[in-house]
């Protein structure tokens, strides 16, 4: 019980690889703030799933695209739960395409999100983190197409390429603070974002796997918590998680 007496707030947290991250920091001890955007059902779900593993957990629905509910959303954890120690900036989209068919209203929400959103959070985490003066974890999933890029999704590969940049920039701002930054590269793992690929790019994907299969969103959560859990000493880093996609 490594994270015991740490508030842990994961985004997207209801879904997919955002609910192993939870369940992997509330099997570890850490209290859960769980955000989610729009399916309820599946937030409970995540939550009662926590309360099953004996640890507690809240639940905030905000969209991370608008600083002023990621501001509403830090102030009610730390009202809650008194703290904050750990921030998992997880939620993302995609909305694929290739550029010349690819809308301005799917750019906008790939990169409002997942990069944006990224930035919202930590900017409202930031200020309670420091004023605690106890260190602290920020975490955020960006992706391989980040770092390799990848055809039909200029948006999202350029929004994961902005977070790891994002994130290493951070962790040079507010190292000496005792805060670490860094950033998880997932390659293909199984959750709803990938359910609705297309049969042929699946089995095209898995052939340029060096392990042969998807991953799991346990698979990312095991490294969310190496990097939540210790690691004090790796900040700035970006840690693929692909089964040797991006080799
Ligand atoms: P997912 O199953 O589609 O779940 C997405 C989660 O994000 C849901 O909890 C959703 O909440 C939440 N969300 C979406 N937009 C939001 C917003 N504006 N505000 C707050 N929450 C929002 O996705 P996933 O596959 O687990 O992916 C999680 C992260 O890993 C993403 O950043 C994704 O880009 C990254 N990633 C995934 C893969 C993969 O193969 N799956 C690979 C590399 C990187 P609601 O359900 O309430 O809308």
């Known amino acids: ?53 004996g640890a507690e957990g809240m639940l905030y629905r905000a969209d991370i695209t608008v600083l002023q509910e990621c501001e509403g959303m830090i102030k009610a954890a730390i009202d809650h739960f008194g703290r904050i120690d750990i921030l998992v900036n997880n939620a993302g989209v995609r909305r694929d395409n290739l550029l010349a068919l690819l809308k301005e209203e799917d750019w906008d929400v790939v990169v409002d999100t997942n ?14 983190l420091l004023k605690q003066k106890s260190g602290g974890r920020i975490i955020n999933i ?45 390659g293909f793992i199984e959750t709803d974002m990938t359910d609705d690929l297309p049969e042929s790019l699946k089995a095209e994907a898995k052939n340029r796997i060096a392990l042969g299969t998807f991953g799991t969103p346990d698979d990312v959560a095991e490294a969310v918590l ?13 840690i693929s998680i692909d089964g040797g996609l991006s080799l």
Do not use: H, W
Request: aromatic share 4%; hydrophobic share 50%; net charge positive.
């Open 1 to 53: 019980m490594n994270l015991a007496g740490k508030v842990a707030l994961v985004t997207g947290g209801s879904r997919g690889i955002g609910k192993a991250i939870v369940l992997a920091l509330a099997g570890d001890g850490a209290k859960v703030v769980i955000n989610y955007q729009q399916n309820e059902a599946a937030a409970e779900q995540a939550l009662a799933e926590v309360k099953g593993l």
């Open 226 to 238: 190496f990097l939540a859990a210790g690691a004090n000493y790796i900040t700035g880093t970006v």
């Open 115 to 128: 990069m944006k959103g990224v930035f919202n959070c930590c900017k409202a985490v930031l200020r309670p």
């Open 142 to 186: 960006a992706s391989v197409a980040g770092l390799t890029g990848n055809s039909g999704q200029a948006n999202y590969a350029a929004a994961k390429a902005g977070v790891i940049a994002f994130s290493k920039s951070l962790a040079k701002e507010i190292g000496k603070r005792g805060i670490t930054v860094n950033a998880l590269a997932p």
